[in-house]
Structures are given as C-alpha cells and as structure tokens.
C-alpha cells in the first residue's frame, strides 16, 4: 500500500512538472483571400516523441499553445472544406515563442500541402535580449570542471564575467569548478546588476538558494542537458523575481528511440601547467575522476517516456602551506615543566602532523626580542 501511495504521489508530481515549460507556438490561420478562419483544428507535434498537443483557432483565426518543452516539431492545420496544412521541422528554443501563418487552400480534405522551408529565427511575439546554446555546443565546449553554468553561461550576449565560482563549499581538482559544489554562485554579470540578482532554473523551476541571493542549488550535468537559454534582460512581470542575467537550463527526457550516454572526465598534476603565480617546479598533486551516463527511451510508445542519469565525482588533492609548528623539543619541554597547562594538553591530544623542517626560533631568540617573557628553565640553544 506504501508503495502504490509513493507510486501516485510520484505521477502526480510529473504530472504537475509538465506545466513549468514557457516555450510556445502561435499563428493566425487564413485562407487565399486573407480572412481569417475559425475553428480550424491546430495540432503540435513533438517529432521525437510523436506525443501531440491540439487546439482550435477562434473567430480571429488565432492560435496559441502553450507550455511545450523544447525541441523538433510539426504543426498540422485541419478543416473540412480545405487542404491540410503542415509544417514540419520546427526548432523550439527554451522560453521561445514562435509565430506561424498558415494559409489554407479550399480543396478536398484529402489532399495535403507541406511547408518544407525553415520559419524565421526572429522572435516576434515577444521581446527580449537572450541567446540559447543547443545541446551540441553544450557537448564540446571545453568547461573546467564540467560545469553548466561556468562553462558556457558567459559566453552569451550582454553577459559579462568569467564565470568563476564566488561562493559554495571548495572542492579537489579543477579548482572547485564542478556539479557537485554545495550552494554555488558564479561570476555573471549582466544588465549592470550583481550576480546576486542572478535567477537560475531547470526545467521552468527555480533552483535559486533562499539562503543567498544569486546562489543555484541544483546544477544538471552537461550530459543530462538538451539546452541552455540567457536572458541578459528579462526584469518583467514574468520573470520579475530578479534583475540579473536569467540562466534557464532545459534536461533531456526519454523519446521513443532508446538513447544514451557514457562518460569520464579526467584530469590530474601532470596534465595540468603551472600558472605564473606557481614559483615551484612541480604542480600539488590532485586526481580527478568524474564517470557516468544517461539513458533515455519509450515506456509506452508515443505516450509515456523515462530519462535518467548517474554520475559520480572521485577526486584527490593536495595542499602545501608554510605554517609555524612547535618542535619535539618544545614539546617534550612543556610535558616536562607545565604538564597541566592547556597549550600543553591540546600538543598532547592534537599533535602536528610533521615536525618543523626550516625557520627555527630558538629560546636565546625570544630572549633578545623581548617581546615575551622567557622561563629560566628553557634552555637557550632548544629550538
């Protein structure tokens, strides 16, 4: 019964999670002369899913649908009296609107007219200063630490900053850069505001920190990614939450071909160089591994679909840093003379994990600087 109730409440979930796209499709129906049709029936298409959206056009010829994922799709115009209408190939963008004019012919109903040209790239049902980054680029930019955000997120028009990460836990290897960092910001800046006005989502869903300003609490790996869209300006009634750059990241879902995904990302000292700040011949040692894949296909055809993922970040560094260290010498000095004084407890309980090799002050030394006072039993030669 546990099961069955977890079963439902995770249906209900996905059913409620279809609703966060913002992408759509819209257009104005006509015949030769130019007037427009009423009801004429509009079907939407997903080419890979083959999973169809309809609606009808009002008494203006108007269509508009709503809330489709992007991708590839056909859009079919029917109406009994006039040739059928299509138009396939249609690319979707994320948070895309695009407009379509379909003029039909009065004929049988048999009879089909298919659109082959590509539409225009140009947004005209809305305005807005954005770039979307397809799931191609996405797959070759070379991003340290495959990271979605600081790896192609900047590179998108009216967006500044290296995209470097300004908060969230410090990880090993490639500087902290990657999916698994702990509330991560990164350094994008856009419409002359802070990163902290910065809005991340996936999917159509805020994943911005409450915490924080500017913060991102989910970060899909690049394999799992279909798409990336920026908005440098997008401070309306719609997106009015913040005034930053809107990073809006789009994951694949299952279609009915099975699909997949295997890989491994690797890197460690010896395929790294030194930077002009790294005075010392060889490079901290560091490894690391970061392995997974996707898989993706139909669990019922042309109607219900699965898509998931599993990556795994293995890694190792370390870290060298001039610090000053008691000696054996001084230790042992203090069990001897000051067994109960708390200095002497925490050496004993917490000792240091290697002994001082360079920079020795002796008790001679602290005597001629005066700055402390210098017990008559430390000896003045004792490091």
């Known amino acids: 019964m546990i099961r069955i109730n977890y079963l439902c409440l995770f249906l209900f979930l996905a059913a409620i999670a279809m609703g966060q796209y913002t992408s ?3 257009g104005t129906v006509a015949d030769q002369s130019g007037a427009a049709i009423a009801n004429a029936r509009i079907m939407v298409v997903n080419e ?3 999973v169809a959206r309809e609606t009808l056009t009002n008494v203006s010829g108007y269509f508009r649908v709503p809330d489709i994922a992007p991708g590839i799709y056909r859009v079919q115009v029917l109406l009994s009296g006039f040739k059928e209408w299509t138009q396939a190939g249609i690319q979707l963008d994320a948070n895309q ?7 039909l012919l009065v004929g049988e109903q048999k009879a089909e007219i298919e659109v082959s040209t590509s539409i225009g790239t140009i947004e005209i049902g809305k305005s807005s200063v954005a770039s979307s980054i397809a799931q191609r680029t996405v797959e070759l930019a070379p991003m340290q630490g495959r990271n979605i955000y600081s790896g192609v997120a900047f590179i998108a028009p009216g967006v500044t900053g290296a995209g470097k990460l300004f908060g969230g836990a410090t990880g090993s290897g490639s500087a902290g850069q990657d999916s698994f960092q702990t509330e991560p910001g990164f350094q994008i800046n856009s419409a002359g505001q ?8 996936v999917d159509g869903s805020s994943v911005n920190g409450n915490s924080r300003d500017g913060i991102a609490n989910l970060t899909p790996e690049p394999d799992t990614v279909q798409e990336v869209r920026i908005a440098a300006a997008a401070f309306n009634a719609e997106r009015g939450h913040n005034s930053g750059a809107l990073v809006e990241v789009y994951t694949k879902s299952g279609t009915n071909k099975l699909h997949g995904t295997l890989s491994e990302f690797h890197t460690d000292n010896v395929l790294t160089s030194r930077t002009v700040f790294q005075s010392t011949s060889k490079i901290p040692v560091f490894r690391r ?7 993706g296909g139909p669990v019922i055809k042309d109607r219900t679909f699965v898509f998931g993922s599993f990556h795994r970040l293995s890694s190792s560094a370390s870290q060298t840093d001039v610090v000053a260290a008691e000696t054996p010498q001084f230790v042992n000095y203090l069990k001897q003379y000051y067994p109960n004084n708390i200095s002497t407890r925490i050496l004993t309980v917490a000792p240091t994990g290697s002994a001082p090799v360079s920079g020795f002050v002796t008790g001679n030394t602290l005597r001629a600087s005066a700055r402390y006072p210098v017990p008559d039993t430390l000896p003045l030669d004792m490091p």
Do not use: H, S, V
């Not at 802070?194 to 989502?201: A, L, P, S």
């Not at 591994?289 to 898989?295: K, L, Y």
């Open 24 to 26: 759509g499709i819209e």
């Open 48 to 50: 890979a899913t083959q």
């Open 97 to 103: 609107l695009r407009t379509l004019y379909p003029k």
């Open 194 to 201: 802070r990163q902290e006005n910065n809005e991340y989502q």
């Open 289 to 295: 591994n970061e392995f997974g894949g996707t898989a």
